[in-house]
């Protein structure tokens, strides 16, 4: 049986938790597989309930589909994959601020919270 491609998976339901099941069945992934990943990811973190009973948020299953992308498209690794993974959540260089202007802000955030206090004092 082929696994289908990311676009065949079917869309997420709007709900908050997820069942491992509901899990298995969006992103064409078994169970056991998923809760393997669980100990490779650390970004994966169901919450887990009464009988130790997975509940997974949108934004794992999300996560999940990448993993499953990055590892059964893409052909990496699982240490591959954890590495993209967290290279991909790193903050590009370009968006972090300028060390100059961190030093401004920080002069105008003391200079309000000094007359907020004056105003509270």
Not at 28 to 35: D, E, S
Request: positive net charge; proline residues 7%.
């Amino acid at each position: 049986m082929e696994r289908p491609a990311r676009s065949e998976l079917p869309p997420i339901p709007a709900k908050r938790y997820f069942t491992i099941g509901e899990v298995s069945e969006l992103c064409a992934v078994k169970a056991h597989v998923l809760r393997y990943w669980e100990q490779e990811f650390t970004q994966l973190r169901p919450v887990k309930r009464r009988g130790n009973r997975r509940y997974y948020q949108h934004h794992e299953v999300l996560l999940i589909r990448r993993i499953r992308e990055l590892l059964y498209e893409e052909g990496f690794t699982i240490s591959g994959a954890r590495q993209r993974l967290e290279h991909d959540t790193e903050t590009p260089p370009e968006a972090a601020p300028a060390p100059a202007s961190s030093a401004l802000d920080a002069g105008k955030l003391r200079t309000e919270i000094t007359a907020i206090l004056k105003i509270l004092g």
